[in-house]
């Protein structure tokens, strides 16, 4: 898939089939976030495969955001660094090609819990004091078809500006 063709046609997903994702595609999607740039090539992140059924359950059950991911037979755990002033970008732009690489091989996800509300999930996990949590990502095949780049979204010239602010890009 082009790349402008998997930001157009992305969509959330929350709802996934009862199929395994193969092995090489989820290598393939966590080696996404891992290639991803970073500031100053810090990586201030880590990632928690998760596919074992009764640990995606109890993450659908704490993340309130996110129950989904109880069906999900995959999610990915973004941790970040408390020490990194870029970690909060540098793990969303993980997220994001983690996010384009799945939907590029048929797989939806969905971005599930935000930054450091989840000291419960941290304890499940076992995840150490200096690492928070950014996000938890569930990934699946979609149970519903999704429609290729029907997207309710604002204006191009509503959003986007040249040379200074109020006068219109188009």
């Known amino acids: 898939m082009d790349v402008f063709d998997a930001?157009?046609?992305?969509?959330?997903?929350?709802?996934?089939?009862d199929r395994p994702i193969p092995d090489e595609i989820v290598h393939r999607i966590v080696e996404a976030g891992r290639l991803t740039g970073s500031s100053r090539n810090l990586q201030p992140w880590q990632f928690i495969v998760v596919q074992d059924k009764a640990a995606l359950q109890e993450l659908g059950r704490l993340v309130t955001t996110g129950p989904y991911i109880a069906q999900?037979?995959?999610?990915i755990v973004v941790l970040i660094e408390k020490a990194s002033e870029f970690a909060v970008s540098d793990g969303s732009r993980a997220i994001q090609s983690m996010v384009l690489t799945a939907?590029?091989?048929g797989i939806g996800s969905n971005w599930a819990g935000f930054a450091n509300r989840h000291?419960?999930?941290?304890?499940?996990?076992?995840?150490?004091?200096?690492?928070?949590?950014?996000?938890?990502?569930?990934?699946?095949?979609p149970v519903d078809a999704v429609g290729q780049g029907k997207k309710n979204r604002k204006a191009l010239g509503e959003v986007a500006h040249r040379d200074r602010f109020g006068q219109p890009y188009s």
Request: charged share 25%; no cysteine.
């Open 119 to 141: 000291d419960d999930v941290k304890r499940v996990l076992g995840v150490p004091d200096e690492y928070d949590i950014l996000a938890i990502l569930p990934f699946g095949y």
């Open 7 to 17: 930001v157009r046609t992305v969509l959330a997903v929350r709802k996934y089939q």
């Open 103 to 105: 939907w590029d091989a």
């Open 72 to 75: 999900a037979p995959l999610a």
